[in-house]
């Protein structure tokens, strides 16, 4: 095992005269008179190794399996590099194979690759330098995110990711169950014969993969005070998109003694805080996406972090639109739902930096967000921001019980399921609000890439579930 200290980003920080065994794997090979350099990296850090071996130093059989995509070791001394943008390199005095890649079928061969073609061999593509970058940006970004929350005293909860119940009410939910597809059982008689019998499957009713931790963490603030989520969530539905996921991260924060301004304050210093942390941590990637994915990137992170967001309502924010002289694909009146084309508008055009619009119309948001005095509209918030649209979807909750118990009926929804939800209203109910950050969103816009299934390992998108 590779120990502290053994990777290759802390061997291009050891002093000269170190001997030192350098494990990675090949990214390119130069011959030249008499000496060949090897470019090596092993995921620690942006920057390769650069191997020194002079002819005759290595046999040449093992010389002939050092290709690019090759897996070594290379243990040597470490000298001063004449080359420029590093201290060291190693000479080579031994070098093992573990792994050869024969040049001739190796993918990743040559650079500029789309990216969809290295998203079909998502087994190889974490060691291009592109997705190098993305995968390190991520695990930052998620230690920024622990770093926030546990630093204002926020509890950790794993919320469930079976679950019986629909968060959004969207409907858009995968299926859970054990039951045999080819021979379902059905109900024998009364109104419901001949629907399928879910008493006869694993958790005797139907049950979903979870498209929101909320609920459950709404239980946890109730106790705990302030907490948040971070887990996997799941929506079914058929979103073709470079934006949308079948399967997507999200971080949940939810806070009793909280109001909607409560709810924006902490929004707006958490990313914030965490676009920091990535900043500071991660300069060599992102001036890497800066470079070769997008020359926006830094400026706008600069600019995030320095300005301060935008707030308007959802009813002035229409108004906006409406007197922009644009034609829109979905055209704006209030009352219909913020399509991504008017939510870029408002951010990349209107107000350029992230906007906040919060009081939308009730019957667009989900049951659970707090009514307004209006009778109209609720305390809802969505964090735009430029190039992606909505990042953050957000509400102070309803904590009045008979208010919410009208609109679970006015809406349909199952009062019985909801029962639980509704006795937390009656049983030492406080103010509360919380918010979801769609973390691969939040990837889109630190990376500068474009499609959201080059932010997550393994995508999982309608009709692709590869890997
Ligand atoms: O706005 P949403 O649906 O909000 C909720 O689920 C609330 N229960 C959150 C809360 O208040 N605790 O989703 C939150 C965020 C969106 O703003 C978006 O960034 C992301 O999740 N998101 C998706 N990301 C990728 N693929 C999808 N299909 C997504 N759907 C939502
Ligand atoms: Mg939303």
Redesign the pocket.
Known sequence: MIEKGGYIKDILCADVGKAVDAHGWVKTRRDSKGVIFVQMNDGSSFADLQAVIETGAIPEETLRLVTTGACLRISGDLVASPAAGQAVELKAKEIEVYGEADPASYPLQKKGHTMEFLRDIAHLRTRSNTFGSVFRVRNALAQAIHLFFQDRGFLYVHTPIITASD??G?GAMFGVTTLDLMNLPRIKEGDRKGDIDYSADFFGKPAYLT?????N?EIFALSFTNVYTFGP?F?A?N?NTP????E?W?I???MAFCDLAGNMKLAEEFLKSVIGHVMNTCQADLEFFNKRIDDTVLATLEHVANSSFEHVTYTEAVSILEKSGRSWEFPVHWGADLQSEHERYLTEETFKKPVIVTDYPESIK?FYMRANDDGKTVRAM??LAPR?G??????QREERHDVLLDKIRAQNLDEAGYGWYLELRKFGSAPHA?????????MLYLTGMKN?RDVIPFPRTPGSADF
């Open positions: 968060t959004e969207a498209v929101s931790g909320q609920l963490a969530t929506r539905e979103s934006r949308h996921l079948a997507f999200m949940e924060p939810e989900a969505d964090v992606i909505e990042i953050i979807g957000g509400s919380g918010f979801g950050l769609g973390f691969e969103r939040l959201i």
